[in-house]
């Protein structure tokens, strides 16, 4: 996907929308004489930990439901978007439970092409954009694209460069850098600005936090599904509309010449190493079925911020609260399996 959210009364309009989503949990008790699970591979599933919170919440949803309804070992490992990717590749993870096809769309279709990587189901639909908050754009009604930031470097002053503007990008070494990269030329603005990149997710989350509180004017790139973007009032800056040719070039380290574009929507996959889908078709089934609502996640993440939780405690939080939509993905006997250990906790 981490850390205590500082910001609960601003966030406790969010809180109390996601009350209203209504979420059911099943509480039908396994059958008595349910037969112990055999897990298929005598080994341990190896999940990729992508370091945001949506992608550690659903790792934590997707290793319980093996844990307990598929009778099966698992272990994460943390790591950055391409690194991980190339360890799917190569088997040394077995599933990868969100990528971002559009944000690494090079990469991925050679990871495809292989042959040692699938991407199965539709997890759900992500977005990405730069966002400044509403405060702002009242601000400066004049504001309204990427663009225009040309004429506001004054209102975002880089504290580290007077002279330049400050632009909140990625966190130092996920894959989005380039595209912010790209963009940012692309849109002749890295002559006035600087592109920020805070060394973590939690860092970058901090810095919007802090600029919210104190209504200071802040532009930055966050992405959909996220808490954050759910929780506080923004405003997304205009992007010419998506072209496909620019964008990928948009994606490419070295884009010669870059050509600013909408973000591409993602729809997220779950990424699974070919030769783990053959050993255990079961467990691809299922993770091929695997669909989150968007309202599901929403509130699932803004449970996780209110309430200054782990992403694994998040995890179980959707399980509990979400029976109706998880039961879908798999067998009838494995999801009595998942409620009846749930009901244990």
């Known amino acids: 996907m981490r850390n205590p959210h500082p910001l609960a009364p601003v966030l406790g309009a969010f809180a109390l929308a996601a009350a209203f989503i209504a979420p059911t949990a099943s509480a039908a008790p396994p059958p008595a004489t349910s037969p112990a699970p055999t897990c298929e591979v005598d080994r341990p599933v190896r999940f ?3 370091n945001w919170e949506s992608n550690l919440v659903l790792a934590g949803i997707e290793r319980y439901v093996l844990e307990h309804g598929y009778g099966c070992k698992t272990t994460v490992e943390i790591g950055e978007t391409l690194p991980m990717l190339a360890a799917l590749q190569r088997g040394d993870v077995d599933v990868t439970p969100e990528v ?14 292989s042959g040692k990587a699938l991407g199965v189901g539709h997890v759900y639909d992500a977005g990405e ?4 908050p509403r405060y702002t754009a009242e601000r400066h009604p004049d504001l309204k694209s990427a663009s225009d930031l040309t004429r506001f470097k004054e209102v975002f002053i880089d504290p580290e460069d007077p002279g330049r503007g400050r632009i909140y990008g990625c966190p130092a070494g996920w894959a989005c850098g380039t595209l912010n990269d790209n963009l940012l030329r692309a849109l002749k603005l890295d002559k006035d600005y600087s592109l920020f990149a805070p060394g973590s997710g939690a860092a970058q989350k901090a810095a919007i936090v802090s ?3 104190r209504k200071r004017d802040i532009v930055f790139y966050y992405w959909t599904p996220t808490s954050l973007v759910g929780a506080l009032d923004l405003v997304k800056l205009e992007l010419p509309a998506f072209d496909q040719a620019a964008y990928t070039c948009m994606t490419d380290p070295k884009c010669a010449n870059p050509v600013a574009t909408e973000f591409k929507p993602n729809p997220v996959v779950t990424g699974v190493n070919a030769a783990f889908a053959k050993q255990a078709p079961k467990i691809t089934e299922f993770l091929t079925k695997l669909t989150v609502p968007d ?3 929403d509130a699932t993440l803004g449970w996780l911020e209110n309430e200054g939780k782990e992403p694994e405690d998040a ?7 979400y029976g109706s939509v998880w039961r879908q993905w798999m067998p009838a006997d494995v999801a009595d399996r998942v409620q009846a250990a749930l009901q244990k906790e």
């Open 315 to 321: 995890s179980r939080y959707f399980l509990k609260q």
């Open 48 to 50: 990729s930990g992508l």
């Open 295 to 297: 309202e599901a996640i």
């Open 211 to 213: 600029a919210y509180k």
């Open 100 to 113: 971002w096809p559009g944000q690494i769309e090079g990469a991925w279709k050679k990871a495809l092409a």
């Open 129 to 132: 954009g730069w966002y400044i």
